[in-house]
């Protein structure tokens, strides 16, 4: 029988794979710990943001739509950080780089929206830890990023490679992420009509910034085309889908369903959801199959 790659443990302890750094490792473990704290605020206390967050968010279903982001994204984070190997680990880097810079641009264009000077002790506090976040982050992400690129080795071999159906529905959703993300960071105004509940201009950026974030996190997926390495980010895709499903129904009287694109917007989530897990069962089934070719050999 013919030798068969070898399996990712042996390769990472003769040290030719490259580990995730310690330093990126914290930084997503603390990160991870800020945004969980941002989307319990948004997600349970979605009604009291004018008391308890760092700026007042109306309509309700918008909180609730960044909420859900924030929680999605702390199981990115927490789950990236758990893995030995960067390949496994990569797709948090850039996605939350992405999004930490561009809420960063949204606050400062609407910094006059912001508990800056609020009477609330928790509204005031949660505005000036918002921006404390928001300027140290993305610092802090793109010095570990360099250094982790510095760092040697190679990525293990696939183990459960992306089928082109599965390809092609990440492309597209990535696709129209990107696009509306863009849209609505840089005319909010403009773009806010074709957005299935009224948004602000600032809330308009942030939906925007979440967008652009997860469009990231799906071209990168196009990139790596291995389940195994999108394991944290078939999570945190699947979480997102069934919490903004959820926040839907809690407000859907906030959605404009006389036209497309409230049902247009669900048909979406439906599809985030069922493709991230489908995406799990599969990667589950693939890389067994891959452990039991490398036992057999």
């Known amino acids: 029988m013919a030798t068969q790659p070898q399996t990712n443990l042996t390769v990472v302890q003769e040290g030719q794979v490259r580990l995730l750094r310690p330093g990126l490792r914290r930084l997503l473990y603390v990160s991870g710990a800020l945004v969980l704290i941002i989307g319990a605020q948004l997600y349970v206390l979605t009604d009291h943001t004018n008391r308890a967050f760092a700026w007042t968010i109306h309509p309700g279903l918008t909180a609730a739509f960044l909420g859900a982001g924030y929680l999605a994204s702390f199981f990115l984070e927490f789950l990236s950080a758990r893995e030995r190997i960067w390949a496994r680990a990569r797709m948090a880097g850039p996605a939350v780089l992405a999004f930490s810079f561009l809420t960063l641009v949204a606050t400062l264009i609407h910094r006059d929206r912001f508990h800056f000077h609020s009477p609330h002790p928790v509204a005031l506090l949660s505005a000036w830890a918002w921006l404390a976040v928001y300027f140290c982050v993305p610092v802090f992400m793109s010095v570990l990023l360099i250094s982790q690129a510095r760092t040697r080795g190679a990525d293990p071999p696939r183990r459960a490679p992306i089928p082109t159906w599965s390809v092609a529905l990440i492309g597209a959703q990535g696709a129209l992420m990107l696009g509306l993300g863009a849209a609505l960071f840089i005319a909010p105004k403009a773009t806010a009509p074709i957005w299935p509940w009224t948004l602000t201009p600032l809330t308009g950026r942030a939906v925007g910034a979440w967008l ?16 195994d390495r999108l394991r944290p980010t078939t999570v945190a895709f699947a979480l997102f889908g069934g919490l903004e499903l959820i926040a839907l129904a809690r407000y859907a009287g906030d959605v404009d369903w006389g036209g497309p694109a409230g049902w247009l917007y669900l048909a979406f989530l439906i599809s985030v959801l069922g493709l991230a897990a489908a995406g799990w069962t599969l990667s589950e089934r693939l890389i067994e199959h891959s452990e039991t070719r490398q036992r057999r050999s």
């Open 212 to 227: 652009l974030g997860l469009g990231v996190a799906a071209a990168g997926s196009m990139l790596e085309r291995d389940l």
